[in-house]
């Protein structure tokens, strides 16, 4: 249970930095941790009590055992696409700066919310 | 006023989930699929591995949709890049101690990286995780020295692997009607030589993350770059 606090925990924090900062970096930076905390939510859920890696390194390992694979492949590949999506994210704060000279949200004069 | 609001927001957001979640059980016996996977995944794909029998065999469909999600952030990320002002950025040059440990470091990053992907099958790890090791030896030499990377060569290096990894898939199509049909024979689990194709798409991805993710580096630090040669 306390996986599943920690990793909600993270995304609402992540959630709260994206709605008020107004720093475009400090944004990009709750994104990652709400990705962050995804990530662990999903993990957790395949978590079984006493748990071992599902990899069969020895003969013998009780399959019964196991954490559930299929989140861990789930998360395996959004680790990698987070790193992308997050360099993508600073690429476009970086054109966004040279523009409009500024990164705080609510000075861009085009930008009304 | 904006900090409190957000606060409210997120506080109706997270009582709601926190409601559903005491539903949610935790620590409990698996699904149907997982015990599946974990009963017959050895037999079926030959992968010791089962995260990364799930990742290339059972769902290697959704590796493929993934693989080209990360392709067209890196190609999104390198338009972006291409439309930056140049301008002139204060950077300090490296220290000795960061120049002569990254050249002596290199090596042994790409061997390790190299060495993840080749046991993907076998122990922790795969060509996502190998692949992000080898970008990290890349990031290390920017950081350093003054050398860049070829990118057309590394444009080469990526699109060849993402066309082996869809190959390997159109052959399966012929052996057996079935796009990525584990062709190859399966071997004794647990050998370096076994789990059919598995290993050899792990290849093709390691080197497709690899050259992906030091092409983003190289596209992120080119005006570092300049500034290193301008001074030396």
Known sequence: MIYYIGAFGLIFIGLFIIMTRHNLIKMIIGLNIMDTGVNLFLISIGYIRKGTAPIFSK??????????PTPQALVLTAIVIGVAVIAMALSLAIRLYQHYGTLNMRKIKEQRW | MRKFIGLILVGIVASGIVLSLFKIPFGTPKTKVGNYYL?????QTGAVNIV????LNYRGFDTLGEVIVLFIAA???GMVTLTFKREKRKISPPSLILSVGSRFLFPFILLFGAYIFLHGHLSPGGGFQGGAIVASGFLLIYLSCKRTINKERFKLTESLAGLVFLIIGLIGVYFSGYFLFNFLPKGVANTLLSAGIIPIIYIAIGFKVGAELAGIISDLMEETRKEFKAQS
Do not use: A, F, Y
Not at chain 2, 39 to 43: D, L
Not at chain 2, 52 to 55: E, G, I, L, R
């Open chain 1, 59 to 68: 003969p013998g390992i009780n399959p019964g055992s196991m954490v559930d």
């Open chain 2, 39 to 43: 009963n017959k995944g050895i037999e």
């Open chain 2, 52 to 55: 990364t029998s799930v990742v």
């Open chain 2, 75 to 77: 190609l999104g990320l």
